[in-house]
């Protein structure tokens, strides 16, 4: 998760603030959200492509998706949530559960695990969600 906060880091430093038109200047960063809840398939079959849909609480409307952390280490794959939130626009100060999907296509036979970042315990350690997803054969 180390290297998810780098990431995000050098993105706000590159990103921290961009113009969507000639007048108006919006300000923003980027954060990782801990995953609330995943529906994900109990196996998978090589060759095919499948939604994993992914719910995570967005604080305010400041908030808005803006993709995932997505890292493979072989059979392994690291998954966080990453929302752009903006500084200097008024937004609602309702949070609110959101549900974003994730495509997933099988390239191997062998169980894949996932893991999906929580977000960190008390003693600064990542959480994370571990799903063993197991490759079937037709």
């Known amino acids: 998760m180390k290297k998810f906060f780098i990431l995000t880091v050098i993105s706000f430093l590159t990103l921290s603030s961009c113009s969507i038109d000639d007048d108006n200047n919006v300000d923003f ?5 801990p995953i609330e809840s995943v529906e994900i398939p ?11 849909l992914i719910s ?9 998706f803006n993709d995932f952390i997505y890292e493979i280490n ?13 500084t200097n626009v008024n937004c609602t ?6 549900t ?8 191997s036979n062998e ?26 054969t037709e």
Do not use: M
């Open 111 to 136: 169980t894949y695990l996932f893991k999906f970042y929580q977000g960190e315990d008390e003693e600064g350690e990542d959480q994370y969600f571990i799903v063993e997803v197991p490759v079937v």
């Open 100 to 107: 974003v999907s994730l495509n997933f296509y099988v390239t």
């Open 74 to 86: 072989g059979q392994e794959r690291t998954v966080a949530v990453v929302n752009t939130v903006y």
């Open 93 to 98: 100060e309702q949070s609110e559960l959101v």
């Open 29 to 33: 960063y980027l954060e990782v959200l």
């Open 42 to 52: 109990d196996e998978f079959e090589l060759g095919q492509t499948y939604e994993i």
């Open 56 to 64: 995570y609480n967005r604080p305010t409307g400041c908030y808005d």
